[in-house]
């Protein structure tokens, strides 16, 4: 049987990734970079081995062991990790990091691959085994969205782009076609939260692929997380990207959405 590695973060995305593998005869080989990392995972991949994001030599020497060739990584982890100490790096990881010209997302996952691909593991297509995850053009809710949401889309859908093609993140938040918010460090829930209380509710919520977008890491995703922040943030519309952005949990998405009439659309 043929193995796969996954390097997992948080959220849904990694569980289904390894349920999507193993259907496909994959034995997935799964490390849990974080703590936190979804319960589900020990029971929908094959083997799981947490192991610390900044333990990066024996992140190799396992998947190594394990006789994997092929990897991926999904699930979110968090460029901050990098620097509130949470995670400690090994020595393997702090030479890595001391070579790079800057933190930027792009520049650090991409040093990562190279580490990979030194040791002969190639990092795949993240989206190779799950683009049934990636919505077509379309509204995806019960409800339409007003002139004034599909403007505000059409706005944020070019600044997301901009940022994007900047390497600083790919959610905006938008309201009567001004910026509200630009997702960060932080990460897409907290960029909607302080979008949401800038904009005193009734805010436009935006993600995207970077315009240069390398597949094999970053992909954008969102799923439950994302609307319950957006409920708690008084926004009324998502717009994501066709074709592009992985929407976990479909189904349960939806109903939520729908449950407090929200409006989702992909273009």
């Known amino acids: 049987m043929k193995k796969i590695g996954l390097l997992a973060g948080l ?69 901050e990790l990098v620097f509130d100490g949470t995670q400690r790096p090994d020595a393997r990881m702090q030479k890595l990091l001391a070579g790079l010209e800057n933190h930027q ?3 650090l996952m991409l040093a990562f691959v190279r580490e990979l691909a030194a040791e002969g593991i190639g990092v795949l297509d993240q989206t ?48 009567n076609r001004a910026v509200m918010a630009v997702e960060a460090i932080e990460g897409t829930d907290a960029c909607i939260k302080r979008g949401g209380q800038l904009g005193r509710g009734g805010v436009t919520v935006v993600k995207t692929a970077k315009p240069r977008q390398d597949m094999r890491f970053d992909v954008p995703g969102v799923g439950l997380a994302t609307i319950r922040s957006m409920i708690e943030a008084g926004a009324t519309a998502l717009a994501i990207e066709a074709g592009k952005t992985l929407l976990v949990e479909r189904d349960a998405v939806l109903d939520l959405a729908n449950s407090h009439n929200l409006v989702i659309v992909a273009i």
């Not at 994959?26 to 490390?31: C, E, G, L, R, Y």
């Not at 409800?143 to 889309?153: G, L, N, V």
């Open 11 to 79: 959220g849904k995305l990694p569980v289904e990734f390894a349920r999507a593998a193993r259907g496909m005869g994959f034995a997935v080989i799964a490390i849990a970079l974080l703590p936190e990392v979804d319960a589900e995972l020990s029971t929908a991949a094959t083997a799981t081995h947490p192991i610390n994001v900044g333990e990066l030599d024996r992140i190799i020497t396992t998947l190594k062991n394990e006789g994997v060739t092929e990897a991926t990584m999904i699930g979110k982890v968090t460029k």
């Open 105 to 107: 997302d792009d520049t």
């Open 128 to 175: 190779a085994l799950i683009r049934m995850l990636m919505p077509a053009p379309g509204v995806l809710t019960k409800r339409q969205p007003s002139e004034q949401e599909k403007a505000d889309m059409d706005f944020g859908f070019t600044m997301a782009k901009h940022i994007g093609g900047l390497d600083i993140g790919q959610t905006v938040v938008v309201k």
